[in-house]
Nanobody, 118 residues
Framework: QVQLVESGGGMVQPGGSLRLSCAASGFIFSDYHMSWGRQAPGEEPEWVSGIKPAGDTTYYADAVKGRFTISRDNAKNTMYLQMNSLKPEDTGMYYC???????????WGQGTQVTVSS
């Protein structure tokens, strides 16, 4: 059974930090490009960051570049998103996504809520 389980969300003040985790099971994690997306209430979903299967290449949306760091541990089947200097506009539900590099399989997690507010 394929599962992507996000954790680490919460409420933080502006300027604070959070570290999100995405634990994967039920598929070969190292065969998948992984990414984070988010959706604020009433807004369209937004891609945030991505990382290649080997973890050697990362990508960021301009809105988070320099503040967020994506990483993965293929031995632990887990992806991370370190979020620093958080802003109120970073508020939203954060999802992890897995895209197979060999097939058309795509998996989504249920999300973890991040709220940045004073």
């Amino acid at each position: 059974q394929v599962q992507l389980v996000e954790s680490g969300g919460g409420m933080v003040q502006p300027g604070g930090s959070l570290r999100l985790s995405c634990a994967a099971s039920g598929f070969i994690f190292s065969d998948y490009h992984m990414s984070w997306g988010r959706q604020a209430p009433g807004e369209e979903p937004e891609w945030v960051s991505g990382i290649k299967p080997a973890g050697d290449t990362t990508y960021y949306a301009d809105a988070v570049k320099g503040r967020f760091t994506i990483s993965r541990d293929n031995a632990k089947n887990t992806m991370y998103l370190q979020m620093n200097s958080l802003k109120p506009e970073d508020t939203g539900m954060y999802y992890c996504k897995a895209d197979s590099i060999f097939t058309n399989h795509i998996y989504w997690g249920q999300g973890t809520q991040v709220t940045v507010s004073s």
